[in-house]
């Protein structure tokens, strides 16, 4: 089958940093998305790992194993509006792109 | 540059009628898909079309849902006799080519509300 893990919630102060991990079980893989998504909006695109290691954009960086089907997306110096929910989505067989069912991050002062 | 546009934002409908949801792709996009995202849930996978073909409805029930996108115009995904349980958000996406590795750029999405 299909699945993707992602914790369901976490809260983090502002300034901190912050992990957030996925991990994966699919019959294909051709890639791994992160999307943000704010409360009652459409998800907008963070990053897309291919190959094994870290990607760093800005605040933002992305990790891929693909040997251990793991993901995780790190931020940095975190910031009240960055509160939102992170969908992990992997790229599998097919046409199709597997969504998480999301981790709502809480951003506190 | 617009973006994917997605009409209507928000639309209430009584158990038994007919929606219809529009969704314009990103200029250059001709590969669109439609997601469900249920409250506090991900989003699920519908169906896949280029234009004026559907490449993959797994996603999609077998009864009341239909897509189209022809070749002028937007792309429609059409629920008939709605019932409670169709009550989400329908989202759309596109992309400039496929082969799973391409970016899906979403819309605003249709908040869809039966009653």
């Known amino acids: 089958g299909q699945n993707i893990d992602q914790p369901t919630e976490m809260t983090a102060t502002e300034g901190a940093i912050v992990q957030i991990n996925c991990t994966y079980q699919t019959s294909g893989f051709n890639g791994l998305f992160w999307y943000q998504q704010h409360a009652g909006e459409a998800p907008t695109f963070l990053s897309y790992n291919v190959l094994d290691g870290l990607e760093e954009k800005g605040r933002f960086s992305s990790f891929l194993s693909r040997s251990k089907g793991y993901s995780y997306l790190l931020l940095k110096e975190l910031q009240m509006k960055d509160s939102a929910s992170y969908l992990c989505?992997?790229?599998?067989?097919?046409?199709?792109?597997?969504f998480g069912a999301g981790t709502r991050l809480f951003v506190k002062a | 540059n617009a973006g994917v546009m997605q009409n209507p934002r928000h639309l209430v409908r009584r158990r038994g009628q007919e929606a219809r949801l529009r969704c314009s792709p990103m200029k250059g996009h001709s590969h669109v898909y439609w997601y469900r995202q249920l409250p506090e849930e991900g989003l699920k996978f519908m169906v896949y079309?280029?234009?004026?073909?559907?490449?993959?409805e797994s996603g999609m029930p077998k009864e009341r849902f239909s897509a189209e996108f022809p070749k002028e115009g937007p792309s429609i995904l059409r629920i008939q006799q709605v019932v409670r349980g169709d009550s989400a958000a329908y989202f759309c996406a596109s992309s400039e080519r496929t082969g799973g590795s391409e970016t899906q750029y979403f819309g605003p999405g249709t908040r869809l509300l039966v009653l």
């Open positions: 079309l280029q234009k004026e073909n559907i490449i993959d």
């Open positions: 989505a992997v790229s599998g067989g097919g046409f199709k792109t597997i």
